[in-house]
């Protein structure tokens, strides 16, 4: 399993750089088709028939912010039990299955959703959909299971964080940002509450949130539409639906009133960092066209090698050995634009981190010109391109929209939405969002620079 809430940052800006392949259509033609189960089960279909396989994806509406107070990790534990035998099949043999193929299967946990996914050839979907609806309930809990991954989740935990100087900033600085929000929680979860996780927690999990009810099926790949629906009838069909679900309401964010800093300081690290937080808005929460402006924002100030910062830093002055910005629209509630550095040679790191503010302050005074802004944009079209030559990005691209309250359409319409994004809302965001005074920044520093 993919071990979750490590390179979550980078997983989630998949999710952001997915959507800029957002299309009516599949790569090949095939429309886009959506439709409900009788369970409520939600199924999208990506039709591409280019090549003899398929993605087959089932997102849980359910990830750690969701996780009851107390029971950080049960989440991503969770992600782990669902390997575990069933009361049709022996643990490991859904993975058997698949290797035997040739295909592959893994599965991830996000603060939003949990996922599992496996790419095969077409002729063994409903063989996948077999397994995985017979997981969805029928999974064989005990004590001695939940022991035994409990503590592979707490060796991944002391690999992951605990002995990763970034990890463990990451979290402090996550902890910091977030000062009511559940995002402020490690996905992987804390390790004093990972330890007392127990089996009937994890009935309660599993019996509350792995229900047709609760999950959205994404199948991409050369597949026909209405054989796939045939297929879910015939295996997520016949599970029965669960309770109706309260609504996915959590802790509001605060105003946020200070500026405020975590430094770590490790005899491990050679080369420093930083980098600087702001809450704000997600697709799901802002206000129309603020999340594509933040979008573009990020791309202009720190995206890619052709970014303000890149080339100011890296390439002009010299002073950066990488600087950059990204903003993770794909999430449930508010999420987080940040900028990062690291300083070159003999440069220090208070200069990268005061380069990374003027050129913000720049962009906050002056704008962008209109054709950086297109060419923006322009980037943002080419990537649709390579976004859909890849079946799993599509999968993904669905699944996380639709896993934090998006729906198709949302997904469709992304393209044409940011065509309209115009240089005085990227003006606006920065200005209304990008606040030093309302900002956390996390320091990584090598031991000798401690006190500096």
């Not at 790569?27 to 280019?50: Q, S």
């Not at 996905?187 to 996780?197: A, D, R």
């Not at 127990?198 to 792995?210: E, I, L, S, V, W």
């Amino acid at each position: 399993m993919t071990p979750t809430g490590i390179g979550l940052r980078a997983a989630l800006l998949v999710g952001t750089l997915a959507l800029a392949a957002a299309s009516a259509r599949a790569a090949d033609g095939g429309a886009v088709k959506d439709f409900l189960l009788d369970n409520g089960m939600e199924v999208v279909v990506i039709p591409d028939h280019r090549a003899p396989i398929v993605t087959h994806m089932v997102w849980y509406k359910i990830g750690s912010a969701d996780e009851p107070p107390g029971k950080s990790g049960i989440a991503h534990f969770f992600e782990h039990l669902m390997f575990k035998a069933t009361t049709h099949h022996a643990a490991g043999e859904f993975d058997r299955a698949v290797a035997e193929i040739g295909g592959s299967n893994n599965a991830f946990t996000s603060y939003d959703y949990t996922a599992f996914h496996e790419t095969v050839p077409p002729s063994a979907l409903e063989e996948m959909m077999s397994f995985e609806a017979d997981r969805m309930r029928n999974l064989i809990l005990t004590d001695d299971v939940i022991k035994t991954e409990r503590d592979v989740i707490l060796e991944e935990r002391r690999s992951r964080i605990d002995s990763n100087p970034q990890a463990v900033l990451d979290e402090e600085v996550d902890a910091t940002l977030w000062q009511n929000q559940p995002y402020r929680i490690p996905v992987i979860g804390w390790l004093q509450e990972m330890e007392e996780l127990n089996r009937p927690d994890a009935k309660a999990f599993y019996d509350a949130y792995y229900r047709p009810n609760n999950a959205v099926l994404v199948v991409a790949g050369d597949v026909d539409p209405d054989t796939v629906k045939a297929m879910a009838e015939r295996t997520y069909g016949k599970v029965a639906r669960g309770p109706d679900l309260r609504p996915r309401i959590r802790p509001v964010e605060p105003e946020q009133n200070t500026k405020r800093t975590v430094t770590l300081t490790d005899a491990r690290v050679s080369v420093p960092n930083f980098s600087t937080q702001w809450v704000v808005p997600s697709y799901h929460t802002a206000k129309p066209g603020e999340a594509e402006a933040l979008d573009l924002l990020a791309e202009i100030l720190g995206g890619d090698n052709r970014s303000r910062l890149y080339q100011q830093l890296v390439v002009k002055q010299g002073i950066a050995s990488e600087a950059g910005a990204y903003f993770q629209g794909t999430m449930l509630d508010a999420t987080n634009f940040t900028v990062y550095g690291a300083p070159r040679g003999d440069a220090k790191l208070a200069d990268v981190e005061a380069a990374v503010d003027a050129e913000i302050a720049r962009i906050v005074k002056d704008g962008v010109s209109d054709d950086e802004l297109e060419r923006a944009k322009t980037r943002y079209v080419r990537s649709m391109i390579f976004a859909r030559d890849k079946q799993e990005d599509m999968a993904n691209m669905y699944g996380s929209t639709l896993a934090t309250g998006g729906n198709v359409k949302d997904v469709q319409e992304w393209p044409d939405r940011i065509r309209k994004v115009t240089a005085d809302e990227v003006k606006a965001v920065a200005a209304r969002y990008l606040v030093l005074d309302r900002s956390t920044t996390g320091y990584l520093l090598p031991q000798q620079q401690a006190g500096n």
